[in-house]
């Protein structure tokens, strides 16, 4: 994904406790997020969630799978 | 006849991280309040009293920030505990407010859903609703408080608007319990709650009034800590949990679709959005500050003018508080006789209190500059530039600053290390802070610099690089030991980084200076009791058995201290520190410097009986001590302070922990002294055998 854009959530992995918190902050299949940037060092990367900025390293937002939305 | 709030009425707050709930608490309570910690955990306490709008003295406890009541952290437990009424140190709320921010009431509504099924009354606060409006969105206040049936109360908590609102929804006698949304739990899930209740309730840990949501919270989540619960009790927990588990297969996260699922009805009926979203203040100033030029520009511009403050501008009240007890002393040695009784006011009580409070200016501006960062919102920002660095000696990148602090002093350092959620990564933190060079380690590599290489003998850029070397070797003495840590001592999964990164907003001074002085003065109190009675106790090693002196004849100082038991000590140990180049009167210097590195400077004058003198600034002091030094022979006549030994001592004191205060502050701030111990050795330990390593190997090649 290209800075800016934005996607719905697909799927999240269920009974990971790393992803667990994730959820009760808002990041739920069919929640609609954009990516707003990487940190300058590549890793976390930042995203726009439910109206917070939200940061989260690749490893985790692997897990995630989106439909990127035109 | 009263109609209003009774007397003594307990509300607890709670809300989102970043919701200005510490705001409000402020606003609310003013200066009456109390700041502790929860008894077993390092988990600040805050409680205060407030009066309703018509006067009736109500208390207030003011619970940890946290986006879900399924704990996960200890800070987590205490507000789920503090709720349920599971801690005997505090009293069960008997009314919630809940705070949100009204800019993220999606996001924020979710802990108050939550919050709402416990069954007391709820008032709710809608914070920065200023913030909201500048953002487009309208929300309908009426109809918010309708859907939930709980008082709803718009406010900008910041500038105390909408509190006289809150006061007289906090003053009203009959508040209703809100409207509990446990319809939208999933049936199945609710069947096996109630269930597990009976059970929970059969055990004794649940009322048997109890909600029916109770057991919800105690059996989901990875709860680290299930406090007041014995083993049994605890079996049925994880009972219930396996059961549910097997039979509702993801049960925990369709229950929190579910919750969502009700946000998002309410929200279509109560906000309205603008049809686009516009570029926000936080777009912008983020646009500049994680910038990948301009960021690490003016991360390190705002890091350089802090420790600028730390080394130059602190200076002067550093100067100051040494000028005043210095003055103090020679007052007291004015008044009084001569005599042990005096000796011990001057060089035990006096120089142990003046030892903890010359470092206060420079924690103090630490603490301000830390509460700046945390409230403006920039300290998460630093935290996403870091994280890369830090995650690859397996920490995270709140580490970075309780890190960084520690160049300062370890104190504040080790202090903040409490902003780190995870308690893994936390212990790391505050084990490693102390490597980083604090700034007590500067007097003695000044002094050893300069005794090792004599002035005009090398360029002065040749003594920069050696200290910038050791300021170096401090740094990835950190990062060694926070990899080792994290990947050996202490395996188990790094914690994955959740950081929310808050809207920028103007600093609340009043709010930081409070918590800038609290802090100090925990320090204060614990640090300062520890330190000023290990420094009685310094001074009468010093001091005691005495050299008998004849009458008349002015007692030699080096000679007394020689007979000392400090000085017998350093003897003693001699052995011990042979192979690292020492010898005993370097041991005496060493034995006091546990007390504080910046001592070592002042116990080597007295040994080496370098008096000061009438209008001697530090650095005068210590150019007649480094001449001293440099005279010092061995009995076979060779000098003693070779670059072999000086290079031993500092690396000796780059490792070492040398300080009283940190120790103390460590046992608080990990609750036990396994840790500050361990600490202590593994630090020390690693010091002596690096030194004996650099000196061995000096001696075998001959140098």
């Known amino acids: 994904m290209e800075a800016g854009t934005s996607a719905v959530i697909r799927t999240l992995p269920e009974g990971l406790p790393s992803l667990a918190r994730l959820r009760e902050m808002g990041l739920l299949p069919g929640t609609r997020l954009t990516f707003v940037r990487r940190a300058p060092l590549g890793d976390p990367l930042e995203f726009m969630v439910r109206g917070a900025l939200l940061s989260l390293r690749g490893t985790e937002a692997s897990l995630i799978t989106v439909e990127v939305q035109p | 006849m009263s109609t209003g709030v009774s007397p003594g009425m307990v509300y607890a707050l709670v809300g989102n991280p970043n919701c200005g709930k510490t705001t409000l608490f402020n606003a609310l309570t003013g200066l009456r309040q109390k700041v502790g910690n929860y008894p077993g955990v390092t988990i600040e306490r805050k409680e205060g009293d407030c009066f309703s709008q018509h006067g009736v003295r109500l208390k207030l406890i003011d619970l940890p920030g946290s986006y879900s009541l399924n704990a996960r952290s200890p800070d987590e437990a205490i507000l789920r505990d503090v709720l349920l009424g599971r801690r005997s140190d505090t009293p069960r709320p008997q009314r919630i407010i809940c705070v949100v921010d009204a800019s993220n009431l999606e996001r924020n509504l979710y802990l108050f859903t939550q919050v709402v099924e416990l069954g007391l009354p709820v008032i709710l606060v809608l914070n920065m609703v200023d913030v909201a409006e500048s953002g487009g969105l309208r929300i309908d206040v009426p109809k918010l408080s309708e859907r939930f049936g709980v008082p709803v109360v718009p406010m900008v908590a910041s500038r105390k ?111 309205h959005r603008p049809a686009t979203a516009s570029a926000t203040l936080t777009d912008r100033i983020d646009g500049l500050l994680l910038h990948r030029v301009w960021g690490w520009l003016a991360l390190g511009g705002m890091l350089a003018f802090l420790f600028y403050l730390i080394f130059s501008a602190v200076e002067i009240p550093m100067n100051a508080i040494e000028d005043s007890f210095r003055w103090l002393s020679g007052k007291i040695t004015s008044w009084m006789a001569p005599g042990d009784f005096r000796d011990l006011l001057t060089d035990g009580v006096i120089s142990g209190v003046s030892g903890v409070l010359i470092f206060l200016p420079q924690i103090l501006l630490l603490f301000f500059f830390i509460g700046l960062m945390e409230d403006t919102g920039y300290m998460a920002r630093v935290a996403f530039l870091m994280d890369r660095i830090m995650s690859r000696v397996g920490l995270n990148g709140k580490s970075f600053l309780p890190i960084l602090s520690s160049h300062a002093c370890a104190v504040p350092g080790v202090m903040s290390a409490r902003s780190i959620e995870s308690p893994r990564d936390r212990l790391i933190t505050i084990l490693v802070a102390p490597l980083a060079a604090c700034s007590a380690r500067l007097p003695v590599y000044l002094l050893l610099i300069a005794a090792m290489v004599p002035t005009g003998a090398v360029p002065p850029l040749f003594k920069a690089g050696m200290m910038l070397g050791l300021y170096a070797s401090g740094i990835l003495a950190a990062f060694g030991f926070a990899w080792l840590f994290s990947s050996r001592i202490l395996p188990g999964k790094p914690s994955p980084l959740i950081l929310e990164l808050p809207g920028y907003k103007m600093p609340a ?120 030094l440099r005279d010092e022979k061995r009995p076979d006549g060779s000098p003693v302070y070779t ?24 046992r608080r701030e990990t609750n036990s002294w396994k840790w500050a111990l361990f600490q202590l050795a593994f630090m020390t330990g690693t010091g002596y055998l690096l030194a004996v390593a650099a000196w061995q190997t000096a001696q075998f090649l001959g140098l």
């Not at chain 2, 038991?565 to 034995?591: C, S, T, Y």
């Open chain 2, 509 to 628: 001074f009043s709010s930081i200076l409070r918590q800038m002085w609290s802090r100090a003065w925990m320090f204060i109190r614990r640090a300062g009791t520890v330190i000023m009675g290990l420094s009685i106790l310094l001074w009468a090693a010093s001091t005691y058995p005495k050299l008998p002196t004849p009458a008349g004849q002015e007692p030699d100082k080096s000679a007394a201290l020689a007979h000392s038991m400090a000085g017998r000590l350093g003897h003693f140990i001699e052995p011990v520190l042979r192979p690292m180049g020492a010898d005993w009167k370097i041991g005496v210097g060493l034995v006091s410097s546990f007390a504080a590195r910046e001592v070592f400077v002042s116990s080597m004058s007295v040994i080496y009986s370098v008096e000061e003198q009438d209008g001697d600034d530090d650095d005068t002091l210590r150019g007649r001590l480094r001449d001293r």
């Open chain 2, 161 to 271: 608007q909408g509190l006289v609102e809150l006061k007289l929804a906090m003053s009203r006698a009959d508040l209703p319990p809100p409207r509990a949304l446990l319809d939208a739990l999933p049936v199945p899930v609710r069947g096996a709650l109630v269930r597990s209740r009976e059970a929970l309730a059969a055990a004794g840990v649940v009322s048997g009034t109890a909600s029916p949501l109770e057991p919800l919270y105690l059996i989901s989540g990875n709860d680290p800590t299930h406090y007041g619960i014995d083993a049994a009790a605890l079996a049925i927990i994880r009972n219930a949990r396996a059961q549910l588990e097997r039979e509702i297969p993801g049960w925990e996260d369709r229950m929190v679709s579910a919750r969502y699922d009700a946000i998002m009805a309410a929200m279509d009926e109560v906000l």
């Open chain 2, 643 to 666: 670059p072999a030994l000086c290079v031993s001592l500092m690396i000796f004191f780059v490792f070492a922990m040398q300080c009283l205060s940190t120790i103390a502050v460590v």
